[in-house]
């Protein structure tokens, strides 16, 4: 199992970046793929979550209303749409091939992806 990030890159506070999760080696048809970030010495914290059975999503609170993210069933893909981005939002943004969430925390496991960096700066 295999999964590949892009679409990072540096942006302005206040624009917009589109991160991809593009999978591959998966047996089933159904995923749910999990977007997290990480900064340097902090712990990975789940950013959205989106399930191909029901097409279901889930999301952290600090990017609900400005992040979406949405998936392709055929070819176990995953998109991050960022607008609004604050300078906060900078880290190196990860997918994992599974997430669940439990007492509203995204949790990711199984593999992952090597990640993509994110930087908001003016």
């Known amino acids: 199992l295999q999964l590949v990030e892009s679409g990072g890159g540096l942006v302005q506070p206040g624009g917009s970046l589109r991160l991809s999760c593009a999978g591959s080696?998966?047996?089933?048809?159904?995923?749910?793929l999990g977007w997290f970030r990480q900064t340097p010495g902090k712990d990975r914290v789940g950013v959205a979550c989106?399930?191909?059975?029901?097409?279901?999503?889930y999301y952290a609170d600090s990017v609900k209303g400005r992040f979406t993210v949405s998936g392709v069933i055929a070819n176990h893909t995953a998109f991050l749409q960022m607008n609004s981005l604050k300078p906060e939002d900078t880290a190196t943004y990860y997918c994992?091939?599974?997430?669940?969430?439990?007492?509203?925390?995204?949790?990711?496991?199984?593999?992952w992806g090597q990640g993509t960096q994110v930087t908001v700066s003016s």
């Open positions: 994992a091939a599974e997430c669940i969430v439990v007492a509203n925390v995204i949790l990711g496991f199984g593999s």
């Open positions: 080696g998966f047996t089933s048809d159904t995923y749910a």
């Open positions: 989106i399930s191909s059975s029901d097409d279901s999503t």
